[in-house]
């Protein structure tokens, strides 16, 4: 699997999508939000999220809380189990099973036909999974990406500039962590 391969599986990638219509890009290095001009188009709407349209009920600023929420519980930020469990009953979580195969499965949905309720409910089944604790931010640039390692141990969006987004964050801090180490060092008498 290529360091670079930042891909969410399944419908796990639509919420990591979600997450980053929040932005710092490389070039600019200024925070951009994609949502509200998202919001005002809906074949730009459509064309982003094919999977789930948007309801009366998903208004711009309940958008926007949800992807604040979303990117701190990637950000494993200590009491956001609370903020997670308040969305959870907002979309009326429910179980459902499922014959897939010769087996039997569960799946959690909401009732609400929203998309609020669909990215919940995405959110709850990767939980459940525990594909959710590989759906990083990264801790330089925010971009959020899913971690591909074996152990789970990436901590940064990309470690080489050679990747699809061009980033190197954890090459500029593992250089600024050397210098820090290096100016440490007793000097020679
Ligand atoms: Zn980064």
């Not at 599986?9 to 509200?36: H, K, M, Q, Y």
């Not at 569960?106 to 309720?117: D, T």
Request: some cysteine; hydrophobic content about 35%.
């Amino acid at each position: 699997m290529p360091d670079h391969n930042q891909t969410a599986p399944g419908e796990l990638e639509v919420v990591r999508r979600f997450i980053n219509s929040w932005s710092i890009p490389n070039d600019t290095r200024e925070e951009t939000d994609a949502l509200p001009e998202l919001a005002r188009a809906p074949e730009l709407w459509r064309k982003e999220f094919p999977q789930q349209s948007r309801s009366r009920t998903d208004t711009l600023g309940k958008l926007q809380r949800l992807r604040a929420d979303l990117r701190s519980a990637c950000q494993a930020e200590a009491a956001r189990e609370q903020t997670l469990n308040e969305w959870f009953s907002s979309a009326a979580l429910s179980l459902k099973t499922q014959r897939v195969g010769s087996a039997t499965k569960l799946f959690i949905e909401s009732s609400e036909a929203s998309f609020v309720g669909y990215l919940v409910a995405v959110v709850a089944n990767a939980i459940a999974s525990g594909e959710w604790s590989r759906l990083k931010t990264c801790p330089d640039c925010q971009w959020a990406f899913y971690d591909h390692t074996r152990n789970g141990s990436k901590r940064w969006c990309g470690m080489t500039k050679g990747g699809p987004t061009g980033r190197a964050c954890g090459t500029i801090a593992k250089v600024t962590a050397y210098r820090i180490r290096e100016a440490m060092k007793p000097g020679i008498a």
